[in-house]
Each structure stands twice: as C-alpha cells, then as structure tokens.
C-alpha cells in the first residue's frame, strides 16, 4: 500500500520558514519524480516544486524561486520543502505526490500527471 505522509505544517508569521517532509512507503520510489502542490481555498491545485529521486534535478514554480527548497533524504525516502520568507499568500494546504513514470527531458508541473498524494498539510501565514 503507497502512503504519502506530510508533516511540517503550522502557523507562521510573515517572513518566517517552516519545514513540510513527506514520508514515502509502500513502493521503490527511486526511480520516481516527487512533487509539492498546494491549495488555497476557492484555488485551484497548483504546482509548487518537484525533485527527481535519482540525480536530484528540480523544479519550481516562479512564485517560489530564491525562497523554497526542496530536497530529499534517499536513505529515509522522505522528501522536504524548506519555505523561507514566506507570505500570507503562501497559505494553503499543501501535498506531496509521486510521478511513477516521470519523463526523461521535463519534470511535470500539472495535478493530473500524479499518481500518488498524501493527505495534506495546513500552512498558515500571517500577516
């Protein structure tokens, strides 16, 4: 059974930084692309950044550049997202999720292209 366990979540100030991890099981997700989305209410679910397990190639969405990280521990198969400098607008839920047949060129950036998602965790930045 593939789990997807996020943590990390909570309420922050403007400009402060929380750590989300997501805790992958069930299956070899070493071949893998992992990916962070995120929620906001009344949003559509929008992509945040994604890391290749093999090489660590990433990617991100501009909204995040020079403030996110993202990286991954492959001994404990779990996968981070380093948010720095964050802002209200950042608030959302935010999920991992595993491309098991990720491309060779690009790293997918759209929902769809998912095939496993965690529950989700609650970020709340206030102003």
């Known amino acids: 059974q593939v789990q997807l366990v996020e943590s990390g979540g909570g309420l922050v100030q403007a400009g402060g930084s929380l750590r989300l991890s997501c805790a992958a099981s069930?299956?070899?997700?070493?071949?893998?692309?992992m990916g962070w989305f995120r929620q906001a209410p009344g949003k559509e679910r929008e992509f945040v950044a994604a890391i290749r397990w093999s090489g660590g190639s990433t990617n991100y969405a501009d909204f995040v550049k020079g403030r996110f990280t993202i990286s991954r521990d492959n001994s404990k198969t779990t996968m981070y997202l380093q948010m720095n400098s964050l802002k209200p607008e950042d608030t959302a839920v935010y999920y991992c999720?595993?491309?098991?047949?990720?491309?060779?060129?690009?790293?997918?950036?759209?929902?769809?292209?998912?095939?496993?998602w965690g529950q989700g965790t609650q970020v709340t930045v206030s102003s």
């Open positions: 069930g299956r070899t997700f070493s071949r893998d692309t």
């Open positions: 999720a595993a491309d098991k047949e990720p491309l060779l060129f690009m790293i997918r950036t759209q929902p769809g292209e998912y095939d496993y």
